[in-house]
């Protein structure tokens, strides 16, 4: 199956140190990922799209890479902050603009 | 710039009975899709309309689900008869057609059938 997996258990850090998230894909190839963040009782928030013929993509203190001989993406959160916790999702479209989505992984972030 | 809505934001109703969700999407977005994400699991597509056409309903659970966005603006999601496995978060987002492939969710409608 076309699946977008990512680890269920949750990434504790410290305040300050880079958070490293990860997003597997099997059996396809994306012509490009999407990453989200949610927060409890909200809906998803775009953050960054990077495309297959990107290897890196930054937005202020957020990275994301793209490999896709490791049909990888990773997603860094560098400085990070206690308001950087939440769920990111990692995302992919799949016909027309059908999105299908990881299950996520918790990010907490200690002060 | 309003977001995107959801009505109710939480709703509760007994098995067999009838729940109507609406989504307002962003002003201008022609596209709308519903979501749904079950106790654990991971937030899955219903399905896509463009503008009052549906475009992809291929996540339809099953015929107890209908979805209209007449004049295509506002849409609801109506579940009837709703059984217990319905109950989850529905998330309504919209996105512009042309434009980028991002999608703006609004902040979900929690149903629980008991």
């Known amino acids: 199956s076309q699946k977008i997996e990512q680890n269920s258990e949750a990434l504790n850090i410290q305040e300050g140190k880079t958070a490293t998230l990860t997003c597997n894909y099997t059996?396809?190839?994306?012509?490009?990922l999407q990453w989200y963040r949610q927060d409890p009782g909200r809906g998803p928030v775009f953050l960054l799209l990077?495309?297959?013929?990107?290897k890196e993509k930054r937005k202020e203190r957020l990275k994301v890479t793209f490999d896709t001989t490791l049909k990888q993406s990773l997603f860094h959160i560098t400085a990070s902050q206690p308001a950087d916790s939440a769920t990111y999702l990692c995302?992919?479209?799949?016909?027309?603009?059908?999105?299908?989505f990881g299950a996520g992984t918790r990010l907490f972030v200690k002060a | 710039e309003a977001g995107v809505t959801q009505f109710p934001s939480h709703s509760v109703i007994e098995k067999g009975q009838t729940v109507t969700l609406r989504c307002d999407p962003i002003?201008?977005?022609?596209?709308l899709y519903w979501y749904r994400r079950v106790m654990g699991k991971e937030i899955k597509f219903l399905l896509h309309?463009?503008?009052?056409?549906?475009?992809?309903e291929s996540g339809m659970p099953n015929n107890r689900f209908l979805a209209e966005r007449t004049g295509g603006t506002y849409s609801t999601l109506k579940v009837q008869p709703a059984e217990l496995e319905d109950s989850g978060v529905y998330f309504c987002?919209?996105?512009?057609?042309?434009?980028?492939?991002?999608?703006?969710f609004g902040p979900g409608t929690r149903l629980t059938v008991t």
């Open positions: 995302a992919r479209r799949a016909g027309g603009f059908k999105t299908i």
């Open positions: 309309f463009v503008k009052e056409s549906k475009q992809d």
């Open positions: 002003s201008g977005h022609d596209n």
């Open positions: 059996n396809y190839s994306p012509a490009y």
């Open positions: 987002a919209s996105s512009q057609v042309a434009g980028p492939y991002e999608q703006y």
């Open positions: 990077i495309r297959e013929n990107e």
